[in-house]
């Protein structure tokens, strides 16, 4: 279970505590209906979430993608590092900022007023 679904039981369980604490008449759901209740949530998550746990099953190794992947999926990842680390001319602020300059302002092929130079 997600972080995000554990925090909205949490919000959930700790709402009714307060509306029953404050007086308010809040009927809770008996072991049976608690029971029903449980299985219609795993079944629904199921068909929600399943095809997508199949396909990083499928392709990562683990139906939880970021964590714990194969090695199959660490090496390819791994393999990219050099490709990464080619490109640009280093990893500072000063060189962040003047790729902007060089995505904005192309070295070539830049003609005045849309106008290609005549031959």
Do not use: C
């Not at 008996?30 to 068909?47: D, K, Q």
């Amino acid at each position: 279970m997600p972080i995000q679904g554990i925090l909205i039981l949490g919000m959930v369980l700790l709402s009714i505590f307060l509306l029953k604490r404050g007086g308010w008449a809040i009927s809770t759901p008996t072991f049976p209906e608690w029971r029903r209740l449980a299985v219609a949530f795993l079944i629904g998550s199921l068909i929600i979430a399943g095809p997508f746990m199949w396909k990083s099953w499928s392709v990562a190794g683990t139906p939880l993608y970021p964590f714990f992947p194969n090695a199959a999926f660490q090496a390819n990842a791994q393999s990219t590092v050099p490709v990464r680390d080619a490109y640009g001319e280093a990893r500072t602020l000063v060189a962040w900022v003047r790729h902007f300059w060089t995505i904005a302002v192309p070295s070539s092929g830049v003609y005045i007023l849309d106008t290609p130079p005549r031959s």
